[in-house]
């Protein structure tokens, strides 16, 4: 079982996007469901949302 986690941007709000370690990236509002992204693409997302 992943360790799901959400932006601390997010607050307490019910709509957000949450990453799991190692298992991808959900919708909150339909947890049962997520996209599978390895590390690779993962650190390629960080490092261009980073670099704007």
């Known amino acids: 079982m992943s360790t799901w ?3 601390s941007y997010s607050a307490n709000q019910s ?3 949450e ?3 190692g ?3 959900r ?5 049962t469901t997520h ?8 650190s390629a997302f960080l490092a261009d949302v980073k670099a704007r």
Do not use: E
Not at 35 to 42: G, I, T
């Open 27 to 31: 919708d909150s509002k339909a947890p």
């Open 19 to 21: 990453v799991g370690l």
């Open 15 to 17: 709509d957000c996007v």
């Open 35 to 42: 996209l599978p992204v390895s590390d690779k693409a993962w």
């Open 5 to 7: 986690r959400k932006s």
């Open 23 to 25: 298992v991808g990236i």
